[in-house]
T-cell receptor, first 113, second 108 residues
Framework: EAQVTQNPRYLITVTGKKLTVTCSQN?????MSWYRQDPGLGLRQIYYSMNVEVTDKGDVPEGYKVSRKEKRNFPLILESPSPNQTSLYFCASKVWDFDNEQFFGPGTRLTVL | GIQVEQSPPDLILQEGANSTLRCNFSDSVNNLQWFHQNPWGQLINLFY???GTKQNGRLSATTVATERYSLLYISSSQTTDSGVYFCAVGHNNNDMRFGAGTRLTVKP
């Protein structure tokens, strides 16, 4: 089954404790992206990657890091999480070029205490 | 960047009613998608529709790119249609801008 998977799905952590949210897709998509969703704001892009070793900032990259060492994986790293990073996070992927449908993972609900 | 506005922000319907959700955007786009976020938070692709009209069962969508808007029609609504509907657009780059969503509640 073609899909985007994320782990963990739920995470409660404390301020300053480094964490990684993994994202993997099995559709051989070049493009992958991370979004966060906060109440009343829709989804906002954090980082995106157009291919292996190519990443770029989205609208809200502060406090996050990403890496793209393999085509199928695009982990999101929070080096020192803070309470304002409590949010619902989505990973997405699509074929590279502009006009293609984007597919989303199931979401990761993160709480930083 | 592109601004995306969705209306109405909230909509309450009785089961069986029809509805129209609107998405306005501020610049030309070559990528537009409609999503349904269910009560469990999952984003479900409804339509990829940068222009034209598509239908899928009780749902249909129309995008008039030259006038910078898209409409999502839901006919004979069911309680399972409840959730938040998002419009997302993209223009000549690889980021997509989301609207704030329309929260739909369908009452039995």
């Amino acid at each position: 089954e073609a899909q985007v998977t994320q782990n963990p799905r739920y995470l409660i952590t404390v301020t300053g404790k480094k964490l990684t949210v993994t994202c993997s897709q099995n559709m051989n998509h070049e493009y992958m992206s991370w979004y966060r969703q906060d109440p009343g704001l829709g989804l906002r892009q954090i980082y995106y990657s157009m291919n292996v070793e190519v990443t770029d900032k989205g609208d809200v990259p502060e406090g996050y890091k990403v890496s793209r060492k393999e085509k199928r994986n695009f982990p999101l790293i929070l080096e020192s999480p803070s309470p304002n990073q409590t949010s619902l996070y989505f990973c997405a992927s699509k074929v590279w070029d502009f006009d293609n449908e984007q597919f989303f993972g199931p979401g990761t609900r993160l709480t930083v205490l | 960047g592109i601004q995306v506005e969705q209306s109405p922000p909230d909509l309450i319907l009785q089961e069986g009613a029809n509805s129209t959700l609107r998405c306005n955007f501020s610049d030309s786009v070559n990528n537009l998608q409609w999503f349904h976020q269910n009560p469990w938070g999952q984003l479900i692709n409804l339509f990829y529709i940068p222009s034209g009209t598509k239908q899928n069962g009780r749902l249909s969508a129309t995008t008039v790119a030259t006038e910078r808007y898209s409409l999502l029609y839901i006919s004979s609504s069911q309680t399972t249609d409840s959730g938040v509907y998002f419009c997302a657009v993209g223009h000549n780059n690889n980021d997509m801008r989301f609207g704030a969503g329309t929260r739909l509640t369908v009452k039995p």
